[in-house]
């Protein structure tokens, strides 16, 4: 599916001060990656707070983000959870109008075996009507989709298409690419290895500082997928410390403090998230002027 090579970004949810959602904010934000260079946006991640989202309000940021991107990019929504017929029943009542595809991340907290995480995705795929990217995040879930798990639903299912791996284990990366089927997507979900997984032969990214420095962190991309190390190598140095730091609290608390450095929305998070504290955005400051970003 070569919609969901390059760049994707998951999307922030922007709020008011009161905590409701900021929809000016975020038509800031989708016009800001449609215009520098973003490949595909994912609504409803863990970087957009997903757990502290409401059905309704989910509803509401798919249909306009739909509105705002009016076809212009691939557009990934995010359905999953530990609950699997849950996740079936969510998946038969979504209005999948102008979305490419589903990013379902591994069942959290219940911790289930290989064959429970193959089960689980065996179900979903049989009842979803748009290609799936399976999203390994073991720091969240507490439990790691092996290589084997993920290559075994991939050779099984013709609509499971991609991996979004974010293990931070290069080891584990380079697995998958030694494995896969030829049109399998490996796709980074760790921004310090992005770079090096793509000049290994992955396809991409769903990056999280991606939407706050779209041009220069697609370009990046984009040259190691072309395999330009040297010059993808310039712009990596570049970003390490911005990217270095919007992870050090939480996220997306540290993105959210990039993203009001840059004028675009405010840093607002829900609880039991809280803001990035004044020494990060301090910081998150000095990194910026250093990119001539601030």
Do not use: C, W
């Amino acid at each position: 599916m070569t919609k969901f090579i390059g760049t994707g970004v998951a999307l922030i949810t922007p709020f008011n001060a009161d905590l409701s959602i900021d929809f000016d904010a975020l038509e800031r934000l989708v016009e800001y990656n449609i215009k520098n260079g973003t490949d595909y946006l994912v609504i409803s991640g863990t970087t957009g707070e997903s757990v502290t989202v409401t059905a309704e309000e989910k509803k509401q940021l798919i249909a306009f983000i739909s509105k705002v991107n009016n076809g212009r990019l691939p557009l990934v929504l995010g359905i999953g959870g530990n609950n699997t017929a849950n996740v079936i029943a969510e998946i038969k009542s979504t209005d999948f109008s102008g979305i490419d595809g589903i990013l379902s991340v591994s069942p959290y907290y219940s911790k289930p075996t290989q064959e429970g995480v193959y089960q689980h995705f065996k179900a979903v795929s049989e009842v979803s009507p748009r290609p799936i990217i399976l999203y390994n995040v073991p720091g969240r879930t507490s439990s790691n989709m092996l290589p084997e798990t993920t290559l075994r639903l991939a050779k099984d299912f013709d609509n499971i298409i991609a991996v979004k791996e974010a293990g931070n284990n290069v080891h584990q990366y380079l697995e998958l690419l030694r494995t896969k089927p030829k049109d399998f997507l490996v796709l980074s979900g760790d921004d310090d290895l992005a770079l090096g997984v793509a000049l290994a032969g992955g396809s991409g990214v769903i990056s999280v500082i991606g939407q706050a420095l779209p041009k220069e962190f697609s370009e990046m991309m984009r040259l190691g997928i072309a395999g330009k190390a040297k010059e993808a190598y310039d712009i990596h140095f570049k970003l390490m410390p911005i990217v270095g730091l919007i992870f050090s609290e939480n996220n997306p608390a540290g993105i959210k403090a990039v993203l009001s450095n840059l004028g675009l929305t405010n840093p607002n998070v829900r609880l039991p998230l809280v803001e990035a504290t004044n020494s990060l955005k301090a910081n998150i400051q000095d990194a910026l002027k250093k990119l001539g970003k601030s």
